[in-house]
């Protein structure tokens, strides 16, 4: 029996994690869990119900009485609050914003990793987000760490903005690039860092496919009997 992997990718805002997570989910036959929804849906959450981001007490309570659910549904995932599509409604710069904030809190990742880890402890996930190599799947069977230099990655960041009609401009973009790259290196509850086992990959030069083809390649040098499951 072919064994299923737990594949963890981190790195920094804008890096191309979620495009790299769902890329190598579809060619290895994976699912691929957003862990930046599930925070970007309490941020959500909270901002709707008045809740101030800097009461930590509150958003734990609010994390734990929120129930999340990522479903793949025509080839794309969607995300549910409390039983509400909200796949668009938290991508706003705004709740982006509020999400970083949220995610610093103690209780609010307590919360989500114990989500986080039950809904992969089974493996054939590809799982992204800041701390899933170092925190919550420390022995993954593959550990990436995708980085880019903050001018691409603001200007990712800006493109995809520009693109939903939000307006933003591109200096902006880079400042809050650098702010959340602060806050997340910063922060006491599950730093941003890279897993001391984890491969590094700069994608300031490369294409997502050619991106998502390496990792794909790491993992069956991992487990090269997944080679007979991919369906790229």
């Not at 309570?61 to 549910?80: H, K, N, W, Y």
Request: net charge neutral; glycine share 10%.
């Amino acid at each position: 029996m072919t064994k299923k992997l737990i594949i963890a990718i981190d790195g920094p805002v804008g890096s191309g994690k979620s495009t790299l997570a769902r890329r190598v989910a579809e060619l290895m036959g994976y699912v691929y869990i957003d862990t930046g929804a599930m925070y970007r849906s309490v941020a959500l959450k909270a901002l709707r119900r008045g809740v101030s981001l800097d009461a930590g007490g509150e958003l734990a309570a609010l994390a734990g009485e929120t129930r999340i659910d990522l479903r793949a549904q025509g080839g794309a995932q969607q995300v549910f609050l409390d039983g509400e599509d909200v796949t668009a409604a938290i991508r706003t710069p705004e709740v982006a914003q509020a999400a970083s904030k949220v995610a610093v809190v103690p209780g609010v990742r307590q919360v989500l990793v114990a989500e986080q880890r039950r809904a992969g402890e089974q493996g054939g996930v590809v799982m992204e987000g800041r701390d899933i190599g170092s925190v919550v799947f420390p022995d993954a069977d593959l550990k990436i760490f995708l980085t880019a230099s903050p001018e691409i990655r603001a200007g990712r960041r800006w493109r995809e903005h520009e693109q939903k009609g939000d307006a933003i401009d591109l200096p902006r973009t880079l400042e809050e690039i650098h702010e959340r790259d602060r806050r997340d290196s910063e922060r006491n509850s599950s730093p941003l860092v890279r897993a001391k086992d984890a491969v590094v990959v700069d994608s300031t030069a490369m294409e997502p496919e050619e991106v998502a083809r390496l990792v794909v390649m790491l993992a069956r040098e991992q487990n090269p009997a997944s080679s007979s499951t991919g369906r790229g």
